[in-house]
């Protein structure tokens, strides 16, 4: 079968805004406040710490500002003299896809605005700029492991690009195990990335007998895929009990097709033409087996013998594709973040992704509350960096005609999926210092 790039393999995904139109949307803050309300109880075990608030007027208002940005509360405030931790000039890590810049990108300002958070009343500072010398000293030695998928990537080329401003790292792969590793010697830290779209074990339902590497991505994105919903895939969880942090994240691949495993046999299908496997189903939908995937994983890290590090779960990053889908005339245009409307509500985002969102904070907070409980209430190692909102009002931030250049794009034309680097997500490491802080 023919090898397709990053770019190439996403052919074929309608899981977009267009392509869920038929099915109700979910507006975001009213969400959020239903599954914050919910975790009120573990609130302290996942939240984000004391950050250094210098407009805030009191230890009142810096706990409101902190408040405010663990539950994704916020704005994109314009800073005419913003500018970015890195380019794709002093960092060689960006790959194609990402690089908007490389490919005439005609405006930059999309890398003028900085995250405020709040909720209208507080004297909370924008984040950053990242402040990658605090960021060493409190990692001096240790390891951060990162497992998913492209998103994953991104979110690691964005902190090692950041952090190579102040040490240049050592790269290197590691194919047969699926690693890739940057070690920053001078500063004793190092960075893992495993990459995986599913976290559990899995494998192409017609190919070999094990999982297959990111090299065969299109062949997975082809699908269906086999996957085993209440099994932590050994290839990373072994891994993870040499890191001090494991920041986990995965969504967007369990809209494709597959069929869904527990306790060895077959429980539903999603798109896959299995008539029986649909029929029987106890799994039904993408967004029910993304919600077994998690709370296996995250169960499993908070038990896992010998794992005394940190784990971290990053929620779903949005897609802002509109006037069509991957290959049906979808674009994402937008020049500027997006603005909520009178009421304090966000725009609405595709209901997969919602659900997506949903299952991911839910699953965290019963996680949370499961190992507080085994640890006589003692506070858990798991932090949530609810992501969601703030990318919700980024539609401007992805690469669109941008990441690629002529002839290098494998047919997929426009991307409204990842985002340009340096850009809207170097936001995720202001707010991984922050929980690194607080650990």
Known sequence: MKRLSI????????RTRHAVAAKATTSVPALVALLFFFAAATFSVFSLGSFRWPGAADDGGAAACDAALARGRGEWMRDAGAAPYYTNATCGFIQNYQNCMKHGRPSMEFLRWRWRPGDGGEGCEPLGPFDAARFFRLVRGRSMLFVGDSLASSHVTSLVCALSQVEAPARSRDA????E???????GFAVAYFWTPFQVRWRLTRGPPEAVGPERQGEVFAGPSDLHLDEPDERWTSAAKSHDYVVLSASHWFARPAVYYQHGRVVGCHDCGDS?????AIVKQPEHAQRAAFRAVLGALARLD????????????????ENGGWFDGGECTATRPA??????????????EAEFYRAQVEEFAAAAAAAAARNGG?????RLMDVTRMMLLRPDGHPDRHGHGGGEHDGFEIDCLHWCLPGAIDVW??????IIASS
């Open 7 to 14: 770019r190439g393999l996403l052919a074929g995904a309608r």
């Open 176 to 179: 047969a195990a699926g690693f």
């Open 181 to 187: 590793h940057w070690r920053f010697p001078a500063h």
């Open 276 to 280: 029986n496997a649909t029929a029987t």
């Open 306 to 321: 010998g794992f005394n590090g940190t784990a971290i779960l990053r929620t779903v990053a949005p897609t802002h594709y």
């Open 339 to 352: 603005s909520e409307s009178e009421d304090g509500a966000a725009p609405e985002m595709a209901a997969t």
């Open 378 to 382: 003692k506070r858990a190692r798991l």
């Open 429 to 434: 490491n202001d707010l991984l210092l922050q």
